[in-house]
């Protein structure tokens, strides 16, 4: 099964069934549980443009020095900027960190984004687009991750494996992938697609020779299909 590439986002059969090859090569990942959206969203904005592990362990000096929050936001930004190296582009990073910080006491009266958890899922998809330097791929990811809603983050992973499965246009950005292809996947499979298709695009599917020989969802994958995933 294969699917020309559409600005309406691929069919509920494609879907289905990319969903379950995936499940059957990865499995089902863990249940989703409510987190700390504050959290989230700065742990997010570290795992741009650098890896999993670098971010991680950014976040986690980020911690260690700044107890709190508040810590965080009444530093010096070269403390903050220093705490954040190791993530990379820490000249923005930090100066972004505190700007978002700043921005939610002033909002919230508080230093938490707990509002998130009973806001509409639009209205905190806006709240989190307001907030200085955090896009739809952030935005979504704290929605889906720290308070389970049902949206459908786009990453770098995700915008080249649907790529190749023609369920956007070749050259759509991710942020443009996202808004095409979270209306036509069922909300209940948001979730372990996300996390799936992230697994995959780690495990085999990587942007240059990706191992399409043992592909789970290379019947589903035109680009693969005609050796073109370079």
């Given at each position: 099964?294969t699917q020309?590439?559409?600005?309406s986002?691929?069919?509920?059969d494609?879907?289905?069934?990319?969903h379950a090859?995936l499940l059957a090569?990865y499995g089902?990942?863990?249940?989703q549980r409510l987190?700390?959206?504050l959290?989230?969203?700065?742990?997010?904005l570290?795992?741009?443009?650098?890896?999993?592990?670098?971010?991680?362990?950014?976040?986690?000096?980020?911690?260690?020095?700044?107890p709190?929050w508040?810590?965080?936001?009444?530093?010096?930004?070269?403390?903050?900027?220093?705490?954040?190296?190791?993530?990379?582009?820490?000249r923005?990073?930090g100066p972004r960190?505190q700007a978002?910080?700043?921005?939610v006491?002033?909002?919230?009266?508080?230093l938490?984004?707990?509002?998130l958890?009973?806001?509409?899922?639009?209205?905190?998809?806006?709240?989190?687009?307001?907030?200085?330097g955090?896009?739809?791929k952030?935005?979504?990811?704290?929605?889906l991750?720290s308070?389970r809603?049902?949206?459908f983050?786009?990453?770098?992973?995700v915008?080249?494996?649907?790529?190749?499965?023609?369920?956007?246009?070749?050259?759509?950005?991710?942020e443009?992938?996202?808004?095409?292809?979270?209306?036509?996947?069922?909300?209940?499979?948001?979730?372990?697609?996300h996390?799936?298709?992230?697994?995959?695009?780690?495990?085999?599917?990587?942007?240059?020779?990706p191992?399409?020989?043992?592909c789970?969802?290379?019947?589903y994958?035109?680009?693969?299909?005609?050796?073109?995933?370079?």
């Open positions: 099964m020309r590439p559409s600005d986002g691929p069919s509920p494609a879907i289905r069934a990319v090859a090569a089902r990942p863990p249940r987190g700390n959206p959290d989230g969203l700065i742990a997010t570290l795992s741009q443009n650098t890896t999993a592990a670098n971010s991680r362990a950014a976040f986690a000096e980020l911690k260690r020095r700044f709190t508040q810590a965080c936001l009444d530093a010096p930004v070269g403390a903050v900027v220093r705490a954040v190296r190791g993530a990379g582009l820490s923005v990073r960190i978002i910080l700043a921005r006491a002033a909002d919230q009266g508080e938490s984004l707990d509002v958890h009973r806001l509409p899922a639009r209205g905190a998809m806006a709240y989190l687009l307001s907030l200085p955090v896009g739809p952030t935005a979504a990811c704290v929605l991750f308070c809603r049902r949206v983050p786009v990453d770098t992973h915008a080249r494996i649907t790529r190749r499965l023609g369920w956007a246009p070749g050259r759509a950005t991710p443009a992938i996202q808004a095409v292809l979270e209306p036509p996947i069922p909300p209940g499979l948001r979730y372990a697609l996390v799936n298709l992230i697994a995959h695009g780690r495990a085999l599917c990587h942007p240059r020779s191992e399409c020989s043992v789970p969802i290379l019947a994958c035109p680009t693969g299909q005609r050796g073109e995933g370079t």
